[in-house]
């Protein structure tokens, strides 16, 4: 009865574990997923300054 109960609660924690190692891995990978956005998103910004002036300064030499 005794190690019926023990591998119960081995069970258990067990499943307890894993669960929360997942629900760890789960907010690891929404937080690397935001990261990566926001990088994206900086990038795109540059980019897009980038590309403003240098089209300004083309308009203006070409005026």
């Given amino acids: 009865m005794l190690i019926h109960h023990a591998s119960c609660l081995y069970a258990y924690l067990f499943v307890c574990g ?6 760890l891995a789960m907010e690891y990978l929404v937080s690397l997923f935001l990261l990566v956005r926001l990088f994206i998103s900086c990038c795109m ?4 300054c980038f590309v403003l002036l240098t089209f300004c300064i083309w308009h203006r030499s070409t005026r």
Avoid: E
């Avoid at 894993?18 to 629900?23: D, G, K, P, V």
């Avoid at 910004?45 to 897009?48: D, Q, R, T």
């Fill in 18 to 23: 894993y669960t929360h190692l997942l629900h």
């Fill in 45 to 48: 910004l540059s980019v897009g």
